[in-house]
């Protein structure tokens, strides 16, 4: 089956940049995705990547997307105290009648002063 | 108004109860979805409807029970839950019912059953 995967952890001090990775199987995937969760809340779209772009940028964010290597990750500059939360690669799939996404486990950014 | 409603925000029932989530969107999306999120994994898909019918379910024990009253509401209906059901339950739609239309989630129901 599909598989999305994450490290589980990042730490950068604030006014760094991050980098989250990502890395998948299914190279039949249109759309892939960037979600943030804060704790308790639930899930927040960030941005959202076609299967044909190589690049996208939208104001602090930069998701690039490797094809080829199936890598995806995304880019947040300038980080600040409220980046932190858990980052979700996430990926469409299937040709159901409805989207099905697949989630990878997660990206815990926790960011130094 | 691209927002995705849910209530309760919490709910503890015990094992004997029979309760229901609801979630609400005005945004005239033709699927909603129910999502289950354990502590620190990410959320694990439960049910689809596509067109107020019911499309996907995945493996999900009978004591859930889903229902689409109309396109805008969505409920999960709960009977005789076990305590490792407890669990944030998350909600989301999407415009179409095509494959990959983007998801917009609500802010969960924290289930704890006792």
């Known amino acids: 089956g599909e598989d999305v995967e994450q490290s589980l952890f990042l730490s950068v001090r604030e006014g760094d940049s991050s980098v989250i990775n990502c890395t998948y199987t299914?190279?039949?995937?249109?759309?892939l995705y960037w979600y943030k969760q804060e704790p308790g809340a639930g899930l927040q779209l960030l941005t959202y990547?076609?299967?044909?772009?190589d690049m996208k940028q939208d104001q602090r964010l930069t998701v690039l997307l490797n094809k080829k290597d199936k890598h995806l990750s995304l880019r947040i500059a300038d980080t600040q105290t409220g980046d932190s939360a858990i980052y979700f690669c996430?990926?469409?799939?299937?040709?159901?009648?409805?989207?099905?996404?697949?989630f990878g486990s997660g990206t815990r950014l926790s960011i130094r002063p | 108004d691209t927002e995705v409603t849910q209530t309760p925000k919490h709910l503890v029932m015990g094992m004997t109860n029979k309760k229901s989530l609801k979630c609400e969107q005005h945004?005239?999306?033709?699927?909603m979805y129910w999502y289950k999120q354990k502590a620190k994994k990410p959320p694990e898909l439960m049910f689809v409807?596509?067109?107020?019918?019911?499309?996907i379910n995945e493996s999900v024990p009978s004591r859930f029970s889903p229902e689409c009253p109309n396109s805008s509401l969505l409920n999960l209906h709960l009977h005789a839950l076990q305590p490792e059901d407890s669990a944030l339950y998350l909600c989301?739609?999407?415009?179409?019912?095509?494959?990959?239309?983007?998801?917009?989630f609500g802010p969960g129901t924290r289930l704890l059953v006792l």
């Open positions: 989301a739609s999407s415009q179409g019912a095509i494959p990959q239309e983007t998801q917009y």
């Open positions: 299914d190279s039949s995937s249109t759309y």
């Open positions: 990547i076609f299967s044909n772009m």
């Open positions: 996430a990926l469409s799939t299937g040709y159901s009648s409805a989207s099905k996404i697949i």
């Open positions: 945004m005239g999306h033709r699927a």
């Open positions: 409807y596509s067109y107020e019918k019911l499309s």
